[in-house]
């Protein structure tokens, strides 16, 4: 699979060439066993976020590198050689790690980070596994892990440099930087009394996506008393695009309350 | 989701037309809110004419902070208003324990 990865402003940031394994060619039970993967709770975001602007903890965002070649195969997967990788006819490779593509690809490298996490004496809450801790003399220390994206924050800055360190000794990592600005698509800004999070950019590529650009705003998401009857007009032809957008105002509701109940009337 | 109808496309785009004025609307987190968790919760008994069920609906807030809200129909028929607000208040304190 190619890839040219471009940036913000068109030009060309690097050219990505990756080997994907063809996943869909696997069969339950022989492949693959199981393929869920914990990410983290949208409400576990906002709370982590709501905390820590009272304590005034620092925050760090850092993203894995190729996150799903650092998963371990528990299960034996073959595949035909790579083209352009000579080797005797009628032999395959075996997996020793997992390949983009692979179904249990995203289980396997969650497993992964929660073993090596987990030896840094970090526990995964019982209520989101996809959120860790830990606790010392020196402070608290809490990682929350949204596939290959995650956000460190604690009290105690020289804990952040080593847990910083012993991720980068067992990841390729990338950091991002002290200032959260964004994260799955929100937008966060921080001032002196608190923080902002919204979701402006994604709203408004939503708004172009239905073609409602130059359309007259409404004051109220749905009109008073409106009732959905199985009987009502006629069914859709092809509702793929309704689809795609309630899915998008499903992800919308992660920082607007307002539209949740009609959002739910709809989905 | 299952069968959409030209009502339901309708309301998307009205929901839409909606968010085009609030695109800058957004969850703003105190410096100085306390840490105290409450909870609302409210339901409107049979609001859906069609199968009788009701809806669910709840915030949670830490201090000034707006973390957590959902509305959600009722898996059952509730035989009186108070039974609604009775699952939704179950609801709703779930919600509070896994935030705990």
New interface residues.
């Given amino acids: 699979m190619y890839k040219i990865k471009t940036l913000s402003d068109g030009s060309i940031e690097r050219y990505k060439a990756r080997l994907v394994a063809k996943g869909f060619a696997q069969e339950y039970g022989i492949d693959y066993e199981e393929t869920f993967s914990p990410v983290a709770r949208i409400?576990s975001v906002?709370?982590l976020?709501?905390?820590d602007?009272?304590r005034?903890w620092k925050l760090t965002q850092m993203d894995v590198k190729n996150t799903f070649f650092n998963g371990e195969l528990e299960e034996e997967v073959y595949t035909r050689p790579p083209p352009g990788y000579t080797c005797q006819e009628n032999k395959v490779c075996r997996l020793r790690k997992a390949l983009y593509g692979l179904k249990q690809a995203p289980r396997a490298w969650f497993a992964k980070f929660h073993k090596t996490i987990t030896q840094l004496n970090f526990s995964s809450s019982a209520?989101d596994s996809a959120l860790f801790t830990r606790k010392t003399e020196n402070g608290t220390f809490i990682l929350l892990l949204y596939v290959d994206d995650m956000i460190i924050t604690s009290d105690d800055s020289i804990g952040i440099k080593e847990l910083k360190q012993f991720l980068c000794q067992h990841f390729g990592m990338k950091d991002l930087g002290p200032i959260l600005t964004y994260f799955l698509g929100l937008?966060v800004l921080f001032f002196?009394?608190?923080?902002?999070?919204?979701?402006?950019k994604y709203?408004?590529d939503?708004?172009s996506k239905?073609g409602?650009t130059d359309?007259?705003?409404?004051?109220?998401?749905?009109?008073p008393n409106?009732?959905?009857?199985?009987q009502?007009?006629?069914?859709?032809n092809d509702?793929t695009l309704?689809?795609k957008?309630?899915d998008s105002?499903i992800y919308?509701t992660v920082?607007?309350?307002?539209?949740?109940?009609?959002?739910?009337?709809?989905? | 989701m299952t069968s959409p109808r030209t009502t339901h496309y309708a309301a998307v785009l009205r929901i839409i037309r909606y968010i085009k004025g609030t695109l800058f609307y957004g969850l703003h987190y105190s410096t100085t809110s306390p840490l105290i968790l409450r909870a609302y919760s409210d339901v409107d008994w049979a609001g859906d004419p069609s199968d009788r069920r009701s809806t669910t609906g709840f915030c949670i807030f830490l201090g000034d902070s707006l973390i957590s809200w959902r509305s959600k129909k009722q898996t059952l028929v509730a035989h009186s208003s108070t039974e609604a607000e009775y699952h939704a208040l179950a609801d709703t304190t779930s919600e509070i324990l896994w935030l705990r």
Avoid: M, W
């Fill in positions: 409400n906002r709370t976020l709501a905390i602007v009272t005034k209520h937008e002196r009394d608190g923080l902002f999070l919204s979701q402006a709203a408004s939503l708004v239905a409602l359309c007259k705003i409404e004051h109220t998401p749905l009109e409106v009732r959905f009857t199985p009502d007009g006629s069914l859709l509702a309704y689809r957008l309630v105002l919308l920082t607007q309350p307002d539209i949740s109940y009609v959002v739910h009337t709809v989905s």
